[in-house]
């Protein structure tokens, strides 16, 4: 965990920076604005099993501009996975590691509570989601480690265009299922630093001591404030566990989105990126009665004359997509990366390049294979 003092120094500074900063229309120094950012939510879970060689294939094919995934760490490994524990709604077991392995059958169990050979036995590639109709299946598919992705995107990309958004997967209200903060934080940082996409990578976290701790240890980082409905406040006003310990009411507002905006900017935060709709609504889209954003236009506005750039997640109906975008938000993160590329072209803006499919499912049947003889 980072160090109380050493946190509480942090947040003073970026106080001091907060009211000594010029507004700024975008952050300069971000790589992330040669194409509108669309973000292919870990790797486009609409269209393909999500998290896997599989789905960052057709990331790459779809013309995602960014692959969005998440890392969780095993005992020792960083890999790419978004659930803290196994589900049976997106993997089954196939056989122990060992004989005799008093851990198996390993779903149910916590990622960190496994090693890699254990979680490496797992099948998750042949249970299609029930809320993602249309997804392809891989049988066989395994949980890949951070390093095979890149070395997978590698050679499906070898000029190393495409852009990184990597999550961390901590939970401050159950920390004893991960790893804590500096080690999670330090462990993802030796795999990124030895990428080739080093410098091509957004981290991000909805536990914003993770992006402190990143930003101390690597202050070029780029990093991005997740926030929803229920992580920004607690339901007894007691201070979230999430945002490091501040209290969104401690920022002049006037409302909650404008303190959403200024909450990030005083972690350090580049980028914004907010739920799109709340959980206080009851309607799915702008033109339903009942719709409640939780991205607003105001706080886009502020969040934009802070600095910070503003990136929604998870946003699959164009609707959504279409007020977002009229909104002036930098990027969209999305379950259907292909649907909304072809909104954002249709409103003419600059839109990332296809990958040649015939060279990324070449390079996809070789990671594959790579991966069933590591058995």
């Known amino acids: 965990m980072v160090a109380g003092l050493s946190q509480l120094t942090f947040l003073a500074n970026q106080a001091l920076l907060l009211a000594a900063l010029p507004a700024q229309e975008h952050i300069a120094r971000s790589p992330h604005t040669?194409?509108?950012?669309?973000?292919?939510h870990r790797g486009g879970r609409g269209n393909t099993i999500e998290n896997t060689l599989p789905s960052f294939a057709w990331g790459l094919i779809d013309g995602a501009t960014t692959l969005e995934l998440d890392n969780g760490i095993t005992k020792a490994i960083v890999v790419v996975w978004h659930d803290e524990n196994i589900t049976e709604e997106k993997c089954q077991d196939t056989a122990p590691a060992f004989p005799d392995d008093p851990d198996f059958p390993y779903v149910g169990n916590f990622v960190a509570n496994l090693t890699f050979a254990q979680l490496r036995t797992l099948d998750c590639g042949s249970k299609r989601q029930l809320n993602y109709p249309m997804q392809l299946t891989y049988p066989g598919t395994r949980i890949s480690t951070m390093e095979e992705v890149?070395?997978?995107v590698s050679c499906a990309d070898p000029s190393h265009q495409i852009l990184w958004n990597i999550e961390s997967k901590i939970n401050p209200q159950f920390p004893n299922q991960t790893l804590g903060v500096e080690d999670f934080v330090q462990r993802q940082h030796?795999?990124?630093a030895a990428s080739p996409y080093h410098s091509s990578i957004t981290y991000q976290s909805f536990d914003w001591r993770t992006l402190i701790a990143?930003?101390?240890l690597n202050p070029r980082m780029i990093v991005s404030?997740?926030?929803d409905d229920e992580t920004a406040t607690m339901p007894d006003n007691t201070t979230t566990p999430w945002l490091a310990g501040l209290r969104l009411d401690m920022f002049p507002g006037p409302s909650l989105s404008e303190q959403v905006a200024q909450a990030a900017r005083h972690i350090g935060a580049d980028i914004l990126s907010p739920a799109a709709v709340s959980s206080e609504g009851t309607g799915s889209d702008?033109?339903?009665?009942g719709y409640v954003p939780f991205t607003t236009r105001s706080m886009v506005d502020e969040a934009?004359?802070?600095g910070l750039q503003v990136k929604p997640w998870t946003v699959n109906r164009l609707s959504i997509v279409e007020q977002l975008i009229q909104w002036h938000v930098d990027g969209i993160i999305t379950d259907y990366p292909n649907v909304a590329r072809r909104l954002v072209k249709q409103y003419n803006l600059p839109a990332a390049p296809k990958y040649p499919k015939q060279r990324v499912l070449s390079c996809l049947d070789e990671h594959l294979r790579r991966q069933q003889e590591s058995l």
């Open 286 to 289: 702008p033109t339903m009665a």
């Open 304 to 306: 934009h004359a802070l």
């Open 190 to 192: 030796e795999v990124f």
């Open 34 to 40: 040669r194409f509108y950012d669309i973000q292919a």
């Open 225 to 227: 404030a997740l926030i």
């Open 150 to 152: 890149f070395n997978f």
């Open 214 to 216: 990143m930003k101390e």
